[in-house]
Each structure stands twice: as C-alpha cells, then as structure tokens.
C-alpha cells in the first residue's frame, strides 16, 4: 500500500519562502504524473502545480512565477518551492498523483502566511 507523507509547511510572514516535501513510500513517483494541491478552510481542493512522468510542469495561475515543483527519483521525494508567499496562499498542501487517488491522500502540511 503506497504512502504520501508531506511535511516543511509552517508559519511565514507575507514575502517569505518555505519548501514543502512529500515523502512517498511503496510508490515510485517517477512512474506518475504527480501534483501538489492545497485547500484552504471553506474552500475545494485545488491542483497548484503537477509535474508529468517526462519533468512537465504546469501551475494554476495563481501560484504561476512564485512556486516550483521538482522532483528527486533517488529519493523517491517531490518539493514545492514556494516563494512570494501570500496571506492567501494560507492553506493545507497535500501532495498525490495527477489526479488524485483517493487512498494516497495523507494528512497534509499546514502553511500559514501572516500579513
């Protein structure tokens, strides 16, 4: 049974950085079309950024310029640069398969950007 573990969110002020990991487990993220999504309180879960099995990536226009998706098979991790960040960037992140696979959700990491 495959694994998702993220971690790296926290608090930041407005303009700061964090990079956000996903640790997986019984999965080799080389083989998927992979995404970080986030959902912030009252709101859907939305796909921020994917990257495809060929190191395609895209982002939802309002992280375009800021975040960065990249992924390391030999550690079997994938990352979510985030810099600029923004009050509204506040939200769980999770990380999953490209589209998400209901039994790989994890608990998330929590990022919070103060004004």
């Known amino acids: 049974q495959g694994q998702l573990v993220e971690s790296g969110g926290g608090l930041v002020q407005a303009g700061g950085s964090l990079r956000l990991s996903c640790a997986a487990s019984?999965?080799?993220?080389?083989?998927?079309?992979m995404g970080w999504y986030r959902q912030a309180p009252g709101k859907q879960r939305e796909l921020v950024a994917d990257?495809?099995?060929?190191?395609?990536?895209n982002y939802a226009d309002s992280v375009k310029g800021r975040f960065t998706i990249s992924r390391d098979n030999a550690k079997n991790t994938m990352y979510l640069q985030m810099n600029s960040l923004k009050p509204e960037d506040t939200a769980v992140y999770y990380c999953?398969?490209?589209?998400?696979?209901?039994?790989?959700w994890g608990q998330g990491t929590q990022v919070t950007v103060s004004s």
């Open positions: 999953n398969r490209n589209p998400g696979f209901g039994s790989w």
């Open positions: 019984g999965i080799i993220i080389s083989t998927y079309n």
């Open positions: 990257i495809t099995r060929g190191l395609v990536t």
